[in-house]
């Protein structure tokens, strides 16, 4: 039997790009994880008042897509991310989880926590 490790790591964006002293924190960096184990991703706003944050996957070869998105509390989730994919969001807008289940090889890739101004993402 053998096993196969997965790598997932993250990296913070923020919008408008001009924003003066705005952070994006995200733990961990990097997360190595087994096929069929479920790992926790965290990010957190610093200095802002964004009411909107997003979490994006881009894999190793392929381009950026949108995950899931809240505007308030409860997350709206992109096709395709229905299941398998948990965000979560605190109410002061600040705190942001993502919780991927049941990880498999083409969940392997990078991951982005991105805040923004508004109150829709379309």
């Not at 070869?61 to 229905?82: D, M, N, R, S, W």
Request: aromatic fraction near 12%.
């Amino acid at each position: 039997m053998s096993l196969s490790f997965l790598t997932v790591s993250l990296v913070s964006i923020l919008w408008p790009c001009l924003s003066l002293g705005a952070l994006v924190t995200q733990w961990p960096g990097t997360v190595t994880a087994r096929e069929g184990e479920t790992v926790s991703l965290n990010c957190y706003q610093n200095d802002t008042d964004y009411q909107v944050m997003l979490w994006y996957f881009q894999p190793h070869h392929g381009g950026l897509t949108l995950i899931a998105y809240a505007v308030v509390t409860t997350p709206t989730y992109e096709k395709g991310f229905e299941s398998g994919y948990n965000m979560t969001k605190t109410t002061d807008d600040k705190e942001s989880s993502l919780k991927i289940s049941n990880l498999n090889p083409t969940q392997e890739g990078v991951y982005y926590c991105a805040a923004r101004e508004g109150h829709s993402v379309r």
